[in-house]
């Protein structure tokens, strides 16, 4: 082979790895590994298939997509569904815990070190839950995990539970804090957001009932409070995507509701007890549950001569959602980048 035919198989092998892309699917995982790269953990597909195609990474400035080198994968997870991905910035991993595997619920936790792109399968001690749709949030250095379907002894029974677990890395070890105040009822397919030392649990799903209350634990007294909404809230719905968009404000995309997949956007304020509808042809063109979503940043802008005399501002969020579904046999693969205005009261 010449170096003129040599150089046509490297572009033609080019183009098709920048041709890849996931699968369809929904109720995957995807978190952010660095300010630049995110990954993509499971999911999914039609006819309760899980995807083989299980890890990929994306380079979001430039939307490329390729999947995680098999090298990497011997402590790998296995492809699953209603399981978590959180980042921690301090030790820099992915971990992947719980989720359902042929209908099994299992307690497997997974550690991808974002360095050295390499997986380690934990041994943890303690109490350590069985999950699936349950809901994980890293803070000061402890993976806190909350609600979520547990194994049950009646056969096919899908009980879940209101129980808050943590797990500590650094002595391998699962735990249960004791948590005082009004707890919120069991459930799983809900969000957890964190906004500073608060972790605030929305909607979900118990039984055949899908929520739209909202429960806020104050991470330093460790007590729950239900929070009674000012306006009239959201669709109950469960397997949506939320994320803090501000220090006192979480925004939530889709779901599944009882009248099936939703394509709205609203965003909560905490000092207000608010909520209110926001704007975007991208993200409610269409319905989209057991979707990810992925916050990209935010910038404050300040009209000197227009909302600063009012005390407003507008506040820039740029957000990524992939995939999902419609609840009615349709799977998505698209990878969706916009960027919000959010005025802000001050």
């Known amino acids: 082979m010449n170096s003129q035919e040599e150089l046509c198989v490297q572009i033609k092998s080019e183009c098709r790895q920048v041709s890849a892309r996931p699968s369809e699917r929904y109720c995957h995982t995807m978190c952010l590994s660095d300010p630049d790269t995110a990954v993509l953990v499971g999911g999914e597909s039609a006819d309760q298939n899980y995807c083989a195609d299980s890890l990929w990474k994306l380079?979001?400035?430039?939307?490329?997509?390729?999947?995680?080198?098999?090298?990497?994968?011997?402590?790998?997870?296995?492809?699953?569904?209603?399981?978590?991905?959180?980042?921690?910035?301090?030790?820099?991993?992915?971990?992947?815990?719980?989720?359902?595997?042929?209908?099994?619920?299992?307690?497997?936790?997974?550690?991808?070190?974002?360095?050295?792109?390499?997986?380690?399968?934990?041994?943890?001690?303690?109490?350590?839950?069985?999950?699936?749709?349950?809901?994980?949030?890293?803070?000061?250095?402890?993976?806190?995990?909350?609600?979520?379907?547990?194994?049950?002894?009646?056969?096919?029974?899908?009980?879940?539970?209101?129980?808050?677990?943590?797990?500590?890395?650094?002595?391998?070890?699962?735990?249960?804090?004791i948590v005082d105040g009004d707890k919120p009822l069991a459930r799983f397919g809900h969000s957890s957001t964190l906004l500073s030392q608060k972790l605030v649990i929305f909607g979900g799903r118990k039984t055949a009932a899908y929520l739209n209350d909202l429960h806020v634990l104050d991470l330093g007294f460790m007590e729950y409070t239900a929070v009674k909404s000012a306006n009239m809230p959201p669709l109950p719905r469960g397997f949506h995507a939320a994320l803090p968009v501000s220090d006192n404000r979480i925004l939530v995309s889709g779901g599944c509701s009882a009248v099936g997949a939703l394509q709205d956007v609203h965003i909560f304020n905490m000092d207000t007890c608010m909520w209110s509808s926001v704007a975007s042809p991208l993200l409610c063109s269409k319905p989209r549950a057991g979707h990810s979503m992925i916050d990209l940043g935010s910038t404050i802008l300040t009209d000197v001569e227009g909302n600063t005399q009012h005390g407003n501002e507008n506040l820039l969020c740029t957000v990524l959602v992939f995939g999902g579904s419609d609840c009615s046999g349709t799977f998505y693969n698209d990878t969706v980048k916009c960027t919000l205005e959010i005025r802000i009261d001050k």
């Open 59 to 177: 380079e979001l400035d430039s939307n490329f997509w390729f999947p995680l080198s098999s090298s990497a994968a011997e402590a790998a997870p296995t492809c699953a569904r209603g399981h978590s991905a959180t980042y921690d910035p301090d030790s820099k991993a992915v971990f992947v815990y719980g989720g359902l595997r042929e209908n099994q619920r299992y307690n497997e936790l997974h550690i991808l070190n974002t360095l050295t792109w390499k997986w380690k399968n934990v041994t943890a001690k303690g109490n350590v839950p069985h999950l699936a749709y349950h809901s994980a949030v890293f803070y000061k250095k402890e993976l806190f995990v909350f609600g979520g379907v547990q194994p049950s002894h009646a056969l096919g029974d899908k009980s879940c539970t209101n129980a808050l677990y943590i797990f500590n890395p650094e002595y391998e070890l699962w735990y249960q804090p």
